[in-house]
């Protein structure tokens, strides 16, 4: 399956984005559906996850500003970023982790800027 992100743009400090993660055909045996994401110069590093069953998680950093949640009719799951820094500028990308192994998207850029 292929995974697709969008929604990533340039937005102030204080703005908001909504990022979405689209798989091209139905994914079997998931586990989890991850969004991680990459600064320049930095190792990527998680960001949110939410299980099959619907439970989320949270880095530190992002927790009370970012939600993730799923549409599971059309398979898209979405990152809800709001009170955007300019900390938050990187690649977004999209994993999905499955019995089977893990598959990621290209990634969306997003920058936080005034």
């Known amino acids: 399956a292929q995974l697709v992100e969008s929604g990533g743009g340039l937005v102030q400090p204080g703005g908001s984005l909504r990022l979405s993660c689209e798989s091209s055909?139905?994914?079997?045996?998931?586990?989890?559906t991850n969004w991680y994401r990459q600064a320049p110069g930095k190792e990527r590093e998680w960001v949110a996850r939410?299980?099959?069953?619907?439970?989320?998680n949270y880095a530190e950093s992002v927790k009370g500003r970012f939600t993730i949640s799923r549409n599971m009719v059309s398979n898209t799951v979405f990152l809800q970023m709001d009170n955007l820094k300019r900390e938050d500028t990187a690649v977004y990308y999209c994993?999905?982790?499955?019995?089977?192994?893990?598959?990621w998207g290209q990634g969306t850029q997003v920058t936080v800027s005034s």
């Open positions: 055909k139905i994914i079997f045996n998931i586990l989890a």
């Open positions: 939410i299980s099959n069953s619907g439970d989320t």
């Open positions: 994993n999905v982790d499955a019995s089977w192994g893990q598959t």
